[in-house]
């Protein structure tokens, strides 16, 4: 494993990076209330409405993070001409991000996910209800092509490309192959797939989280073998040169072509008190990571810290370089 002052520099050189995204992106809406009595016409607790809170998610999310780790992300991505698409794409620019890349689809909802949430203000929030709004990209050939157009430009100056699919349909293999051959020479793809990561084509990495892997596999996979085993034969349908799967409390498992598997431990505690957009945050990391010469190794490392730090947040959050250089300094399975 490298060093901790070699890990404290590759975050350093984050600044600047140049990271494409291509992906579905989401609203994540948070409506908070404080409780105020239980309802006479239901058995439910009334909240007397305190805010809403609008933040990016899904490939947003990851945006957001590559932002906030003083990256420069290129969004690339589907909108519907609603009021969710027009507050989600105002959260990236507040941030800094750029959304030239972003379509705007007449007639399409944004995909949101409303979380409502109560608590008083000396106590902790908890989610009360959700309910998601979704639509599907539409069957436009159009469409599409623009969609491959503005992918291929902003992948022509990136560093390095990060592929957000939640099954919504911005993703699919015809774009993924679009933007490997738009990357410059030494530039990789990596992917992160809700349902569909052996559909994509090949791609250069992929952070499959164990419900992921267990269904490309067919079956569970439990323990650090067989995670191992189920992850090269995913690695090798992918054509990828390395995979990281992320385990939840039991860290994360690398493998990567020609070199034995890497067992990461969590960072941190196991007990965690959100995981809402985790494997968002891991990719951002292990993307910028690699745009910024890390090996697979030293990347993995550094996303499995981004992610062990994010899971104690509430709600949709990320990861800055200053909160990753204390982690850098604490973590056990990094050399002196």
């Keep these: 494993m490298a060093t901790r002052a070699r890990i404290h520099d590759l975050v350093e050189r984050f600044a600047g990076r140049r990271i ?37 998610g899904g490939g947003a999310n990851a945006l957001a993070n590559i932002a906030a780790l003083g990256g420069a992300p290129l969004a690339v991505g589907l909108v519907g001409d609603d009021e969710p698409g027009g507050s989600l794409a105002a959260a990236l620019r507040s941030q800094g991000i750029d959304t030239a890349g972003i379509e705007v689809v007449a007639g399409m909802k944004t995909t949101t996910k409303v979380r409502v949430l109560a608590g008083g203000p000396s106590s902790l929030r908890f989610q009360v209800a959700r309910y998601d709004v979704e639509d599907h990209v539409p069957d436009d050939a159009g469409l599409r092509e623009r969609l491959f157009a503005r992918l291929e430009r902003a992948a022509a ?21 679009r933007l490997r051959a738009a990357l410059p020479p030494g530039s990789l793809a990596t992917a992160d797939s809700r349902y569909g990561l052996g559909d994509l084509g090949p791609v250069d990495g992929a952070t ?66 959100d995981v809402t957009g985790a494997g968002d945050t891991v990719l951002a990391v292990l993307v910028l990571s690699l745009a910024s010469g890390a090996t697979p190794r030293e990347a ?37």
């Design 20 to 56: 494409v995204v291509y992906g579905d992106l989401v609203l994540d809406r948070f409506i908070l209330g404080s409780p105020k009595r239980i309802s006479r016409e239901a058995p439910v607790v009334i909240l007397r409405f305190e805010e809403q809170r609008d933040v990016p």
């Design 157 to 177: 100056a990136a560093a390095g490309a990060a592929i957000s699919d939640y099954g919504y349909g911005t993703v699919n293999a015809a774009g993924v192959a």
């Design 208 to 273: 499959p989280n164990l419900e992921e892997l267990a269904e490309v596999a067919g079956g569970d996979v439990r323990g650090d073998r067989a995670v191992a085993d189920a992850a090269e034969a995913l690695r090798r349908r992918l054509g990828a040169s390395f995979l990281a799967a992320t385990r939840g409390s039991q860290g994360m498992t690398l493998v990567q072509d020609g070199r034995a598997p890497l067992h990461l431990p969590v960072y941190g505690t196991d007990q965690v008190a």
């Design 300 to 336: 993995a490392a550094l996303a499995n810290i981004a992610g062990g730090i994010v899971v104690t947040k509430l709600g949709t959050a990320t990861v800055t370089r200053p909160e990753l250089h204390r982690a850098i300094d604490l973590a056990e399975f990094l050399d002196d």
